[in-house]
């Protein structure tokens, strides 16, 4: 029985750790230009607005959380630019693009017709 409860306390100490556990902490993407070179997880903290490449990636497992926001390049530079480069490219992942990206052709359209 003795064996049993200690276990059981022991179980409850676990659980309670990985409750309490802070969760890895993001690194802020603030500026046009950043370039990631480790590996990491990186959040975009506000809209982007680039004249050359928004963000470069030359790292493996790099988790980018675009958090919603855009990166996207100024009109007409007449250069290969790109929001978010991969360089070289390698499986990176960028998160909330595809939706992001959905939403505001969406919000173009009902423009459009208003």
């Known amino acids: 029985m003795n064996k049993l409860f200690k276990r059981a306390w022991i179980a409850v100490g676990f659980t309670v750790l990985l409750a309490v556990s802070p ?3 993001q690194t802020p993407v ?3 230009g950043t370039t990631i070179s480790t590996a990491g997880q990186y ?7 680039c004249a050359a490449d928004g963000v470069i ?6 988790d980018l959380d675009l958090n919603g926001y855009t990166v996207s390049i100024a009109f007409n530079l007449g250069g ?3 929001g978010i480069r ?7 992942w960028a998160r909330h693009c595809y939706q992001e990206r959905q939403r505001k052709f969406r919000r173009e359209q009902r423009r459009q017709i208003e």
Do not use: E, H, M, R
């Open 23 to 25: 969760a890895a902490a």
């Open 30 to 32: 603030t500026q046009c």
């Open 43 to 49: 959040q975009l903290v506000g809209d982007l607005v």
């Open 57 to 62: 990636i030359s790292a493996d497992n790099v």
């Open 80 to 82: 290969p630019y790109a």
């Open 86 to 92: 991969i360089a070289p490219p390698s499986p990176q």
